[in-house]
């Protein structure tokens, strides 16, 4: 079977060698981030599970479909749930695995879903007051982002009751490899980066590395709890490194090219910040808006702006919030 033969509203299926895949997110579908999915030739791996059950239950068919057997391992890159709000999907015949810092920022999330399952109003305030801001909104760029959320939320609120979550069975700690009949995978555990714990997976045979949301390409990372100084250096180390072909966490299949692109905004908004601060003052930094080329990602994601103007200020002024569990 080929990327052609299945079909999603979720994702789209990109096969990048023989029996690797990245299932690269949608607009319009409910799967909001990207996963991977990978032939090892006696077993297969997923890493992540898009933001819904209904996205990752499409996950699980593709991967089984693709390779006529159960998805062995489904690795979980980093704690931000709309990477694995979908691993209820996958049945115990998958091994869920983590790190111990991941699974823990995990339960946490878990018990604020049951919270909100038993207490709904909050949901429905949030989603009222996005469609009062919506109704009087005159930006388009906050107009396309807030009617995005609008729809996710409501799917949300509309499917709560009856939402599961499933935890990690396993947790491992540094780097993994995992070889099977057809090739080799290294799972690399770099801690803090863009969360509080991130991972990525190299395939060295295939010259591949889905990067999960260490990258976000062409379209504003989510800067909100990260560790600037050592994303970048992160990404440096890719830029250094051998392998050319990136699958990010969000946004489409790129290279370095990307990379450095990512990099360059971090560094245009530090910069476009700072001098903000020390010229005028602090409500004038959080007014600033990012230089071309990257004023044309704004489009549906001033909320993702905010929050990472937030931070920046917050980094610059030493106040990172470093007890944030996502």
Known sequence: MSDKDFESVHFQLKQLADGVYAAIATEDGLAYSNAAIINMGDQTIVMDSFNSIEAGRDLREAAEVLFDRAVSK?????????????NAAFDESTTILSTPAVLTAMQETAKEWQEDKENPDEYQKWIQGMKDRLSTEEDPRWQVGLERSIKLYEHVLATLPDFELRLPDETFQGNQTFVGTK?????????PVHSTDDCYLVLPDDGIVFLADIGFFRMQPFMGFCDINAWRKQIDHQLAGEYEVFVPGHGDVGGKAELAELRKYMDAMEKLVSETLSEVDEEAARQVEPPAPFDAWLMGGMGRLEANINYLIKHLQGQEDTTKPN
């Open 74 to 86: 489904l690795i979980i890159s980093h704690p931000h749930d709309d990477h694995w709000n979908g």
């Open 183 to 191: 090739r080799k995978v290294e799972l690399i555990s770099v801690g």
